[in-house]
């Protein structure tokens, strides 16, 4: 589900939806959405999934 929210956002950008989990982001307190998975586990990946979503459908 991530990866096909990231294909709506960045419909253009295909690199930029690929790279996304890799790069840092403030909204993780400067972590990768990857770091933020490692150390979250489930909860993490649903605290991206949320994220995601909310920037999409908002």
């Not at 400067?30 to 991206?48: Q, S």
């Amino acid at each position: 589900m991530i990866h096909k929210t990231l294909r709506r956002l960045f419909p253009r950008n295909i690199e930029l939806a690929y790279s996304w989990m890799s790069q840092s982001n403030h909204a993780f307190n400067g972590l990768t959405p990857i770091r933020v998975v490692e150390r979250e586990g489930l909860m993490g990946l649903y605290a991206i999934d949320f994220y995601l979503n909310e920037k999409c459908y908002s």
